[in-house]
């Protein structure tokens, strides 16, 4: 954990740095809020499926640079033995560094993410970090997530995604994601399982600026594979959300 806290006082501190450069610019705060039937995080329930509130605040800078936050109530289940609580919320704080490529239809991303939960009392708790290079090309993304020691420190983790964003009709559109979670430390769910494959098709319709939309989201686990089958069973997850 002290290697954690270090590299993410490093991360923090050269964002700042790069953020006070640009401080004289323009920047835009934006803000969002949401209503979820169900927190699904890379295809698994983090609220054993039920609803989720969530919320967040962003700054981006004419550089490319951004800062933010987001929420979300999370439910993990009791603690067996009683020892201690997983908490019941999830913060993200995360920043980075995005731009065209020239003057192409290629961009880059770059950044960190920091996954805090307060009240979690049981040791280790679930606190991590990440960091992750995204690269898109018109409305195709591509991208790897790195972290040095996932939640409750079960050793290094890699994902690999990629999505397509598209506008059917006006106010419509559709999202396909796909992805793929490769664990260190095998054994994250109930059986030796270290990888497995997330996906999600999603279809949106915004009204009156408010964003409503329906996603079928699943993973390839059996239920053999998860310690709760039905946090990772197949399902359809239904949205309202507000941009600020």
């Known amino acids: ?119 979690d009392t049981v040791d280790p708790t679930g606190d991590y970090e990440e960091f992750h290079v995204t690269g898109s090309w018109k409305d195709l993304s591509l991208g790897v997530i790195y972290s040095d020691d996932f939640y409750a420190e079960t050793g290094k983790y890699m994902y690999y995604s990629g999505d397509y964003s598209m506008t059917i009709a006006e106010d419509f559109s559709i999202g396909l994601h796909a992805g793929y979670n490769d664990f260190d430390e095998a054994g994250f769910f109930a059986t030796d399982t270290d990888t497995y494959a997330d996906y999600s098709v999603t279809f949106g319709y915004t009204f009156k600026g408010v964003d409503l939309s329906v996603a079928w989201v699943g993973t390839d686990l059996d239920d053999v594979d998860c310690f709760d089958s039905s946090i990772c069973d197949d399902t359809a997850v239904f949205s309202i959300s507000k941009s600020l």
């Open 1 to 119: 954990m002290k290697n954690k806290m270090l590299i993410t006082a490093a991360v923090t501190s050269a964002l700042l740095a790069g953020i006070a450069a640009t401080s004289a610019q323009a920047f835009d705060i934006t803000g969002n809020i949401a209503l979820v039937s169900d927190y699904r995080f890379r295809g698994i329930s983090q609220t054993g499926e039920d609803a989720a509130v969530q919320g967040g605040l962003d700054a981006s800078f004419e550089s490319g640079f951004y800062i933010g936050t987001w929420a979300s109530s999370v439910d993990f289940g009791d603690v067996d033995d009683g020892s201690g609580s997983y908490g019941t919320m999830e913060i993200n704080y995360y920043g980075g560094w995005g731009t065209p490529i020239g003057d192409t239809d290629f961009s880059v991303d770059v950044g960190y993410m920091y996954y805090q939960y307060p009240g």
